[in-house]
C-alpha cells in the first residue's frame, strides 16, 4: 500500500521567506515522488519528481525537494516566496509496479504569500 | 502539440440526467487516468486504463463507468447524475517508466466542472 500526508491544509508565508511543505509518504517498495502545483482554475502541473536518482531535486520557478528514506519525507522548499506562488500543492507518490499503476495523492496545501 | 484536453469545460445537470466527458491526449501516452476534486479531499482517483480496451477502478468509482476504444481518448460516464457527483473532474495520462510498469509524470487537463441539481 501507499500513502501521503501533507502537513498544513493552509501555510502562510511572508514575500521573500522560505517556503517549506511537508510531506511524508509510506511504501513498502522505492517509491517515486512528485510535486504538483495547480492555480486556481487550473489543473495540476509538475514542479519536480524523484525517480531513484539524486536525492535532492531542482524543480521549475525554484523549488526544490529533498528525498531522505530514514525519514520517509520529501518536503519541498523555496529559499525566497514571491507573490506568484501563491497556489496550491500536491505531493504524491507512485510506489507499485505492475497491477498498480497509479498515484496516490495527498489532500494538498494551500500557500499563501503576505506582502 | 495540445497535450491533454477535456470536454466540455463546463456543465450543469439535473439529477438523473446522464452525460460522457471526453479526455484526449496526442503524446502517445499508454495510461490515462480520471480524477475527481472536491475541497479538502485532494485528488481521488475514479477509474484509470493502462492500454487501449483495458480499464480497472481505481478509489470512487461507484456510479461512474469509462471506455477506452482508442489509445489517445478516455471517455467518463456518468448514467444517472446524482448531486453527490458536483466535483471538479480532472483527466491525466502518462508514459510507463520502462521495465516496471510504473506510472512516471501525469500530465492533466484543465478540467470540467460538473454540477448536479
Known amino acids: 500500500a501507499q500513502s501521503v500526508t501533507q502537513l498544513g491544509s493552509h501555510v502562510s508565508v511572508s514575500e521573500g521567506a522560505l517556503v517549506l511543505l511537508r510531506c511524508n509518504y509510506s511504501?513498502?517498495?522505492?517509491?517515486?515522488l512528485f510535486w504538483y502545483v495547480q492555480y486556481p482554475n487550473q489543473g495540476l502541473q509538475l514542479l519536480l519528481k524523484y525517480t531513484s536518482a539524486a536525492t535532492l531535486v531542482k524543480g521549475i520557478n525554484g523549488f526544490e525537494a529533498e528525498f531522505k528514506k530514514s525519514e520517509t519525507s520529501f518536503h519541498l522548499t523555496k529559499p525566497s516566496a514571491h507573490m506568484s506562488d501563491a497556489a496550491e500543492y500536491f505531493c504524491?507518490?507512485?510506489?507499485?509496479?505492475?497491477?498498480?499503476?497509479?498515484?496516490?495523492f495527498g489532500t494538498g496545501t494551500r500557500l499563501t504569500i503576505i506582502p | 502539440n495540445a497535450g491533454v484536453t477535456q470536454t466540455p469545460k463546463f456543465r450543469v445537470l439535473k439529477t438523473g440526467q446522464s452525460m460522457t466527458l471526453l479526455c484526449a491526449q496526442d503524446m502517445n501516452h499508454e495510461y490515462m487516468y480520471w480524477y475527481r476534486q472536491d475541497p479538502g479531499m485532494g485528488l481521488r482517483l475514479i477509474h484509470y486504463s493502462v492500454g487501449e480496451g483495458t480499464t480497472a477502478k481505481g478509489e470512487v468509482p461507484d456510479g461512474y463507468n469509462v471506455s477506452r476504444l482508442k489509445k489517445q481518448n478516455f471517455l467518463l460516464g456518468l448514467e444517472s447524475a446524482a448531486p453527490s457527483q458536483t466535483s471538479v473532474y480532472f483527466c491525466?495520462?502518462?508514459?510507463?517508466?520502462?521495465?516496471?510498469?510504473?506510472?512516471?509524470?501525469?500530465?492533466f487537463g484543465p478540467g470540467t466542472r460538473l454540477t448536479v441539481l
Open positions: 491525466a495520462s502518462s508514459y510507463a517508466t520502462s521495465g516496471s510498469g510504473r506510472t512516471d509524470t501525469q500530465y
Open positions: 504524491a507518490v507512485s510506489s507499485t509496479n505492475f497491477g498498480n499503476e497509479k498515484l496516490t
Open positions: 511504501s513498502s517498495v522505492p517509491p517515486y
